[in-house]
């Protein structure tokens, strides 16, 4: 079964500031899926960025990107610019090629200092 | 507001009743998923359905959890003989199905908090 891991539970940043956060997971497929959620205090997770495991380049959204190294079976999330909206929990997921279910890690709390 | 929607978002209930939360998918969404999670942690799946067929179930799912999505639209997870370890947030998402194993985002609504008391 595959596995997700997120080592960090808490991380703050200064606002403006840029900050990673690390994830690793375990897998034997070569095709699958990899995400990141940011859950807000009390409001429903949203999708930040995601990755497909066949795609050399790493993915990018505006201020948020990734450093995908598929032969570590290492996700981590840069997110630069820190803004006061980026305050959340963020969990990282995983999603076979063939599959629906999402697993995901025990997230990351973090907090931006203003 | 076109996203899903859960209701109720908080239960308070007694160990040993039966509770019922209901999920309502973005309307055009085929797949509809339950995910539970516990205070710290992050989300487990629970089951996935594709229209009305309930597609798979996690062996989280014990005998005392049932889903049911009938028309294919809302969905119910009802949770018998509360347990104190119930206690969780439980979040429903769905997605619109686009074939094979492509990529089909998973949108997710607020959840329903349950406290067994």
């Known amino acids: 079964a595959q596995t997700v891991t997120q080592s960090q539970p808490e991380m703050s940043v200064q606002e403006a500031e840029t900050v990673t956060l690390s994830c690793t997971y375990d897998?034997?497929?070569?095709?699958?899926?990899l995400f990141w959620y940011k859950q807000p205090p009390s409001r429903q997770m949203i999708l930040v960025i995601r990755q497909e495991a066949y795609k050399q380049q790493n993915a990018t959204e505006n201020r948020f990107s990734v450093n995908f190294q598929k032969a570590a079976k290492s996700f981590s999330l840069k997110i630069s610019d820190s803004q006061l909206g980026d305050a959340a929990m963020y969990f990282c997921a995983y999603r076979s090629q063939g599959a629906q279910k999402l697993v995901f890690g025990q997230g990351t709390r973090l907090t931006i200092n203003p | 507001d076109t996203g899903v929607s859960q209701d109720p978002r908080h239960k308070i209930t007694k160990r040993g009743q039966n509770v019922t939360f209901r999920c309502d998918p973005i309307s055009e969404h085929n797949r509809l998923y339950w995910y539970r999670q516990t205070l710290g942690q992050g989300p487990e799946f629970l089951t996935y359905?594709?229209?009305?067929?309930?597609?798979?179930k996690s062996r989280l799912l014990s005998d005392r959890f049932s889903a049911e999505r009938p028309k294919g639209s809302f969905s119910t997870l009802e949770i018998q003989r509360t347990e104190q370890g119930d206690s969780a947030m439980y979040l429903c998402?769905?997605?619109?199905?686009?074939?094979?194993?492509?990529?089909?985002?998973?949108?997710f609504g607020p959840g329903t908090r349950l406290t067994v008391l």
């Open positions: 359905f594709q229209n009305e067929a309930q597609l798979e």
């Open positions: 998402a769905s997605s619109l199905s686009s074939g094979g194993g492509s990529y089909n985002e998973q949108f």
């Open positions: 897998t034997s497929e070569s095709d699958y899926y």
